[in-house]
């Protein structure tokens, strides 16, 4: 699905240089739920943005579907961008004027093609996968943490993606939604086959998952399969 091959990301300001990440290799085949720890500043969020293709490294080649994407024009790459790769971030990033409807439909706004009542369609069936269909009538101040992050991965799930990047998706909620937050994601990883990348703090989180790739200092340190994936319930 995603390869790295030999990332730098450097940040260059006046007076410093800050080497976010250093020499990364990493594949990430269809299908896998993959999540990525490591101390504040090693650069994890650096990450889901080159592989959101939303930064570009200052090094090295970046890959989706085998190709680079340097060989991809912009319109595909916008393409890419907007169809195959969704976003679910720590402070859920909803638009408090904007009802929970409206606000799962906004990316398919600017989306071409799409007919209204197709938009409608597609944004109660994510709503529903995140049990919040009861929901939509609501404004998101009138929801607690746990439903805010429903309703954005809702909005991520709308543009049916292959990828969903995850930047601390559980890091704003207690454990009883945290576990909500990562049972849909898990779900939505096992049934549908959705590829999950997912930075989080929190080590019971990441041993739910596939495999647990750890960073310090901008660099890989470990990269394994976790245990426990294989034998849970979802
Ligand atoms: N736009 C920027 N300009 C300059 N330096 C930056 C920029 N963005 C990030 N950095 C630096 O790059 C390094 C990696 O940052 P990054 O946000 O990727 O870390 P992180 O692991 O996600 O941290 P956290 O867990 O605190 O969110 C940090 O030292 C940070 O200060």
Not at 81 to 108: A, C
Not at 174 to 184: A, L, R, Y
């Given at each position: 699905?995603?390869?790295?091959?030999?990332?730098?990301?450097?940040?260059?300001?006046?007076?410093?240089?800050?080497?976010?990440?250093?020499?990364?290799?990493?594949?990430?085949?269809?299908?896998?739920?993959?999540?990525?720890?490591?101390?504040?500043?090693?650069?994890?969020?650096?990450?889901?943005?080159i592989?959101?293709?939303?930064?570009?490294?200052?090094?090295?080649?970046?890959?989706?579907?085998?190709?680079?994407?340097?060989?991809?024009?912009?319109?595909?790459?916008?393409?890419?961008?907007?169809?195959?790769?969704?976003?679910?971030?720590?402070?859920?990033?909803?638009?408090?004027?904007?009802?929970?409807?409206?606000?799962?439909?906004?990316?398919?706004?600017?989306?071409s093609?799409?007919?209204?009542?197709?938009?409608?369609?597609?944004?109660?069936?994510?709503?529903?996968?995140?049990?919040?269909?009861?929901?939509?009538?609501?404004?998101?101040?009138q929801?607690?943490?746990?439903?805010?992050?429903?309703?954005?991965?809702?909005?991520?799930?709308?543009g049916?993606?292959?990828?969903?990047?995850?930047?601390?998706?559980?890091?704003?909620?207690?454990?009883?939604?945290?576990?909500?937050?990562?049972?849909?994601?898990?779900?939505?990883?096992?049934?549908?086959?959705?590829?999950?990348?997912?930075?989080?703090h929190?080590?019971?989180?990441?041993?739910?998952?596939e495999?647990?790739?750890?960073?310090?200092?901008?660099?890989?340190?470990?990269?394994?399969?976790?245990?426990?994936?294989?034998?849970?319930?979802?």
């Amino acid at each position: 699905m995603i390869t790295l091959k030999n990332i730098e990301k450097v940040y260059q300001t006046k007076t410093i240089e800050t080497v976010a990440l250093h020499n990364v290799n990493l594949h990430i085949p269809k299908g896998e739920f993959v999540s990525v720890m490591g101390p504040s500043g090693c650069g994890k969020s650096t990450l889901l943005n080159i592989m959101g293709l939303l930064d570009e490294p200052t090094n090295g080649i970046v890959e989706i579907d085998g190709k680079p994407i340097s060989r991809y024009r912009d319109k595909e790459l916008a393409h890419i961008r907007n169809q195959k790769i969704g976003f679910v971030f720590q402070s859920y990033h909803l638009i408090n004027d904007l009802s929970v409807l409206d606000n799962v439909e906004l990316p398919l706004l600017y989306r071409s093609g799409t007919s209204a009542s197709e938009t409608r369609h597609l944004a109660l069936t994510a709503l529903e996968k995140v049990g919040l269909s009861a929901r939509t009538k609501h404004y998101p101040t009138q929801l607690s943490g746990g439903q805010r992050q429903r309703v954005a991965i809702a909005r991520a799930l709308i543009g049916q993606p292959e990828l969903i990047l995850a930047d601390e998706p559980t890091g704003n909620l207690d454990s009883v939604m945290g576990e909500e937050i990562m049972n849909i994601l898990l779900t939505l990883n096992r049934q549908d086959g959705t590829t999950i990348v997912m930075v989080t703090h929190d080590e019971n989180m990441a041993q739910k998952t596939e495999r647990l790739i750890r960073f310090f200092d901008g660099q890989q340190v470990s990269d394994a399969k976790t245990t426990a994936y294989d034998f849970q319930q979802v």
